[in-house]
T-cell receptor, first 112, second 116 residues
């Protein structure tokens, strides 16, 4: 069975500081993709960043970057220069076998 | 980017009535659509996967007779909650993937269902 685990239900960060959200996953598949989604209060799911498992290089999107440790099955999200608009629920997800598996989410608060 | 719409965004109904939620891919053809249910402050729970022209595949524990899914075209999937009860009140989200970006799903804005 595929599982995605987010061990931090809540996190907070000072505006302009850096925060890292943790995610681990478990899959027996060799072909899979990893994602971080953001869900603001509007509840619209927004793709933050994506990582192909076959790529060794960590994905980066502006202030968002990941630390992909394939052997450890770890996929953490780093948010640099945090902004008030980054406050949201963040979900880690794994896509494999034509299905997406979501973690339980991390609620991020940004302190002005 | 690809856009997915849902209608209605919010619906309130009496217990015992049926409610239909539409999910449309506006600028692409969706080979597969997913329906999720989300309770407050919880993660997304996959209810079913639907492919155009075929029967939906339901997750374990989801009543297929209660949550009817029809994927009639490559741009439209509908979820009908039949004989809704208060425990069906939830936030329902659909998503779609294309044949080109099969590993990226595009989410609708969600539908809040309240059953009185």
């Amino acid at each position: 069975a595929q599982t995605v685990t987010q061990s931090q239900p809540e996190m907070s960060v000072q505006e302009a500081e850096t925060v890292t959200l943790s995610c681990t996953y478990d899959t027996s598949e060799s072909d899979y993709y990893l994602f971080w989604y953001k869900q603001p209060p509007s509840r619209q799911m927004i793709l933050v960043i994506r990582q192909e498992a076959y790529k060794q290089q960590n994905a980066t999107e502006n202030r968002f970057s990941v630390n992909f440790q394939k052997a450890a099955k770890s996929f953490s999200l780093k948010i640099s220069d945090s902004q008030l608009g980054d406050a949201a629920m963040y979900f880690c997800a794994c896509y494999t076998g034509n299905q997406f598996y979501f973690g339980t989410g991390t609620s991020l608060t940004v302190i002005p | 980017g690809a856009v997915v719409s849902q209608h209605p965004s919010w619906v309130i109904c009496k217990s015992g009535t049926s409610v239909k939620i539409e999910c449309r891919s506006l600028d692409f053809q969706a080979t597969t659509m997913f329906w999720y249910r989300q309770f407050p402050k919880q993660s997304l729970m996959l209810m079913a996967t639907s492919n155009e022209g075929s029967k939906a595949t339901y997750e374990q524990g989801v009543e297929k007779d209660k949550f009817l899914i029809n994927h009639a075209s490559l741009t439209l999937s509908t979820l009908t909650v039949t004989s809704a009860h208060p425990e069906d009140s939830s936030f329902y989200i659909c998503s779609a993937i294309t044949g080109y970006t099969y590993n990226e799903q595009f989410f609708g804005p969600g539908t809040r269902l309240t059953v009185l």
